[in-house]
Structures are given as structure tokens and as C-alpha cells.
């Protein structure tokens, strides 16, 4: 069963996101005896079109000709490759990009969909994929019954592998219609690490006590190589910008290494963070409810640990 796998891209690049997709994908249609081919969009490098080969993809098709992300343009194009290719199964990432062009797709191609999967389907008796579900506190096993079936797999949670390979790269001839949206400004963040794709990340709460002290956080953010990212209320006060803003209500973020500062850890800041790989919590009151979530924790004053924190990783970064 031929598995067809949506990449996202950024800046004329795949997106981190895509890589994971076609890894998953690749050992989905392993698995089903298929096909993996990819499908993404923009002003591409074929070079880096190709190396997708490494991640398990055979062939990538590409529409240079759309450039910016409208969702319904992003779905028919998909809509398109499916059926030019014949695909079965199509997988996309759950980001923000996967989130508002994946169930556009399935209702497009009557096609069941399992959103944030977990690990590679069940293929023994029937189609049954795990899934997260109610912000990371339960798990969901969705089973699909339809000819066409849609997987989005959650960022950071199935390990890409990296092998020899090529992929053929193909341009398609696609038609994205008359747009319903005008762009008429594009604003980029520069010099910093895109949050949703960040390894690491540095957080920081009202315990910070005020803006004018967060250049210890962008500090330590900085020794370890980290994206910066806050609690609402902080961004609520206009401390930090809100695109910073991670929890329930902000990004949902996935990262390897989680570091809350001065955070008490509501429920609300933890469905966005809970998927961390790992969690460490520094917080001068040993009470706070962070600490049950956290894999290691500092009791003690941000303002004592952070500047012994921030020396210890310039001088590990030194070594």
C-alpha cells in the first residue's frame, strides 16, 4: 500500500517536521508493501529535494509554483498527488501546517484520519493507529475503515534515521487556481531559533520578576544553543512577545530538553510542554506543582542559579 508523505518547507527548506513525516512514512509503506513518495511545495533546491532519499523516500514531486502556505491551495494539491500516485495512505506532520491542510484533505477524499499519532499502525487486523489525546494525559486508538486513510504524526515523537539514498526529484505541473488570499506582508523573527523546531528550549514565568531581567534567560538560552519561549502571563504583560507564549493556549511544543524558570506549572502551561523528553524546573518554592512533571529540579532562587547554570554551559560549550 503506497504511502504518500506531505513536507512542509520553510525558507527553501524542508521544515525539521518533514524529515520525521518521511521516516515515519517510509517504514509505514515498508510495512504495507508499498511505495513512499513525497510531496512538497516552493522554490526547493533539488539537492535538498533528493536527500529525502535518505530518510526513506523514493521519489519527491514538488510545486515550485506555490508559494506561500494557503490551506486550501496546499490540499488540492496533495488531493492531486494522491490520486496521480495512486496512494492509499497519506501522512502528514501535526504542526500548524498539517493541523488546517490534513482534515481538508480528508473530507476531500472521504478518507478517515488519525490526528497526533504516536507510533506506526497496527496492520495486523484492521488499521488501528495510537494517537495523544486530551493534551498528553490519555492515549487514543483510532481504528480507520476507509479506502483512504490520513495519519497526522506528532512532532518528536517517532526518531528519524538517516541513511544512504537518493530520491528521484519530479516538478508537477500544478494549477493552485485563483487565490482567495492576498499576502500583503510577511514578518520573520531573525537571529532566532524557530520555537515549534527547537531540541532546546529555555522558559521563563513571573518569577523573572520583570523584563528588564530576562537577559539571563536569553543568556542561558544562548550557551546551550536554545530557543526562548514564556509563560502566558508573562506575555499577557507584555514581557515577552506572544509568539513566545508555550501551554494550552500558546505553542505546543516537543522539545528534548524543556528548562522552566520560575514557572509554577498550571495544568494550562503543561498541556503545551508535558511532551517534553525531558523537564527541569527551577523554582524557589519546593511546593510548586511543576516539580511533579519535572525529571530533575533546582530549589532555589532564579536569580543565584542562573548565573552558576549559564557559567557552567559556556565553559561545557568551551570544552
Known amino acids: ?21 518521511v521516516t515515519y512514512g517510509a517504514q509505514l509503506a515498508a510495512q504495507t508493501g508499498g511505495e513512499a513518495v513525497a510531496v512538497t511545495f516552493g522554490n526547493l533546491n533539488n539537492e535538498d529535494l533528493a536527500a529525502l532519499g535518505k530518510f526513506g523516500a523514493s521519489k519527491v514531486l514538488v510545486a515550485k509554483n506555490v508559494t506561500h502556505m494557503e490551506g486550501s491551495v496546499l490540499a488540492k494539491l496533495v488531493e492531486n498527488a494522491a ?34 499519532a504516536l507510533e506506526l499502525p497496527e496492520t495486523g487486523d484492521g488499521f488501528v493507529v495510537k494517537c495523544n489525546a486530551f493534551s498528553g494525559k490519555a492515549y487514543a486508538h483510532y481504528e480507520i475503515t476507509t479506502d483512504v486513510k490520513i495519519i497526522s504524526l506528532l512532532p518528536n515523537s517517532f526518531k528519524k534515521v538517516e541513511k544512504d539514498g537518493q530520491a528521484a526529484v519530479e516538478e508537477l505541473a500544478f494549477d493552485p487556481g485563483a487565490s482567495r488570499i492576498t499576502v500583503k506582508e510577511v514578518k520573520r523573527t531573525e537571529g532566532t531559533i524557530n520555537l515549534p523546531e527547537a531540541d532546546l528550549v529555555v522558559s521563563a514565568g513571573r518569577g523573572m520578576k520583570g523584563p528588564e531581567n530576562w537577559g539571563m534567560v536569553e543568556d542561558l538560552a544562548k550557551a546551550l544553543g536554545a530557543a526562548t519561549a514564556c509563560s502566558r502571563p508573562v506575555s499577557d504583560m507584555g514581557w515577552r512577545p506572544h509568539h513566545e507564549h508555550v501551554g494550552q493556549t500558546g505553542l505546543a ?28 524546573v527551577i523554582n524557589k518554592d519546593p511546593e510548586a506543582p511543576f516539580f511533579k512533571a519535572a525529571d530533575y529540579g533546582i530549589v532555589g532562587d532564579a536569580f543565584e542559579v542562573l548565573p552558576k547554570l549559564i557559567e557552567a554551559a559556556k565553559q561545557f560549550s568551551a570544552n
Open 1 to 21: 500500500m503506497s504511502v504518500l508523505i506531505f513536507c512542509d518547507a520553510h525558507d527553501g527548506k524542508p521544515a525539521k517536521s518533514a524529515y520525521e513525516a
Open 83 to 116: 490520486q496521480s500516485t495512486g496512494a492509499k495512505i497519506i501522512v502528514f506532520s501535526h504542526d500548524n501546517t498539517g493541523k488546517s491542510v490534513a482534515p481538508l484533505v480528508s473530507a476531500k477524499l472521504n478518507a478517515g484520519m488519525a490526528p497526533s
Open 253 to 280: 511544543i516537543r522539545p528534548n530538553l524543556y528548562i522552566a524558570i520560575g514557572i509554577s506549572g498550571a495544568i494550562q502551561h503543561l498541556a503545551g510542554v508535558n511532551g517534553s523528553k525531558v523537564i527541569v
